[in-house]
């Protein structure tokens, strides 16, 4: 199965990091993606730009509407995602829980629903 773990944390926690932890995080962060590649566990992963740079947009109709902030106001943002391949959703939260970013904030694992045949898949 597939599953979306959607990283969040509060920005100014990775702001106030210093550059040596940062460095370290990151490090580790990509230390741990390729352990999950390895045990083809990881699919793909990115980290995302801070919330700041997100657009919303809004279609209702033929009327688009943007926003020049993300979805959600709230304290905590999504910060990247890891789209990994588990057995089932105990073995998705063991490999999400891993992650060296969850310890700035929290991991949403979320199992995939695949509509039809993936388009990677063809």
Known sequence: ?????????????LDDLSKRQYDALIDE???YDERLRESRHLIAAQALQYAREAVTLRVRGEDVSITDDPFAETKEQVGGFLLIQ???MNEAM??????????LGGVEVRPVKELRASWSDA
């Open 1 to 13: 199965m597939k599953f979306l773990c959607l990283i969040f944390f509060d920005e100014r926690v």
């Open 29 to 31: 962060s990509l230390a």
């Open 94 to 103: 063991r490999v999400a829980s891993g992650f060296p970013g969850a310890r």
């Open 86 to 88: 588990a057995r089932d």
